[in-house]
């Protein structure tokens, strides 16, 4: 925002790269072609196996979205302590801002796709396996640093308090990727490497789909939060210097 | 008696919400009935329902010719259990997938009110600054 001209900058927020809505949207019409046309049926969960392809690739884009922000919100804290990186400061803590909305965002998506899929197959909704406890607590966790951060505003102090709260959950999604491992459960362990997986090379060819249109789905939208962001940062910078200008005159 | 600042009120509020959400949670769970559940599945691969042919039998081989007709009778059952299995799997599935569009939906309808929002308070900055420069 420029000093002198106040309003000449000032544009509501558009989308930066007006053909993405449309590759995003055409990835996940494919992906859902794949999963409902083309997948086959799984040998013993049946039908109800095909919420596994949203629902894991929700759970990678929710885990990225976690990490990058407590990454984001840890060099925020370094930057901006540091003299003439307050720029660099600012976009990487509304990078980190738009990461948490979005792993929020899809962790619901987890955390509600996960049990629907649970009942028929485990025959209960939830389990207190400490997978699912540790993703709901992060989730929690991520809801906590998103409240704070939409109070602190242009508060330092409240952004710096929500970017503590954030870096804190980065470690939380290690544990959650290895929870079955180290603690066991009841989760298939067919992302793991570990032999087995997807036998079928329909569902791999579905799987992998379903993963790349819901990461570019999820980065799209930390795109337009992030110029959204941006323009409230700017929106109330102008407010504060037309106050100061309104005050000089009167 | 110094005032307390408006994010310290608002962060206590904010905590003080989400520890009473947490609180409520592991409260109803504690008195909830834990159901008694089946041996759980944990596939550590996901398989497609074909059945790989039957191998042939020699012209009269018996053995095999029950062999085989025994492992008909095996995949009629297990297909016969898929069946049973899709009647309600079926509905948890279209749940799944309704409740991931709706939720991604109220996403865009907050965004789209947000933005709204800021386009209001963007007229109202214009306005000012038009009224500043008039006088």
Known sequence: MSASSPDADLQPARPGVTWMPYVVAAALLVALFLVFFVAPR??????????????????????????????????YLFLSARQGMEVIAKITDRLAHALGEIGVLFGTIVLITG???????????????????????????????????????????????????????????????????????????VVSGQGGGLQHPDMQLTFAVAIASVLLFAASLVHLRMRHHAFTDELEDAYLELSDREDARS | ????????????????????????????????????????????????????????????????????????????VAAQKLCEQDKTGVDFLGAAYAALWIILMAFFALVAIRQRRLSAELATLRERLARLGER
């Open chain 1, 115 to 189: 049990p629907l899929w649970a009942k028929p197959v485990w025959k209960t909704y939830w389990t207190w396996e400490p997978r699912l406890v540790l993703m709901m607590l992060t989730q929690f966790l991520f809801i906590g640093y998103l409240v704070l951060r939409a109070y602190a505003k242009k508060d330092v102090a409240g952004r710096k308090l929500a970017a503590g709260i954030a870096v804190i959950g980065g470690p939380a999604v290690y544990l959650i990727h290895v929870a079955v491992e180290l603690w066991g459960g009841n989760h298939p362990q």
């Open chain 2, 1 to 76: 008696m110094k005032p307390s600042s408006p994010l310290g009120a608002r962060f206590r509020t904010a905590v003080l919400t989400l520890s009473l959400a947490v609180v409520a949670t592991l409260g109803s769970v504690s008195r909830a009935d834990v159901p008694v559940r089946e041996e759980p599945q944990r596939p550590s691969a996901f398989g497609a329902t074909e059945d790989a042919p039957l191998p042939t039998v020699a012209p009269g081989d018996l053995q095999g010719l029950l062999r085989n007709c025994d492992a008909e009778r095996e995949r009629a």
């Open chain 1, 42 to 75: 799984e040998r013993t969960m049946g039908e109800v196996q095909r919420i596994f392809y949203f629902h894991v690739a929700s759970a990678f884009a929710a885990l990225i979205g976690w990490v990058g922000c407590a990454v984001a919100s840890l060099a």
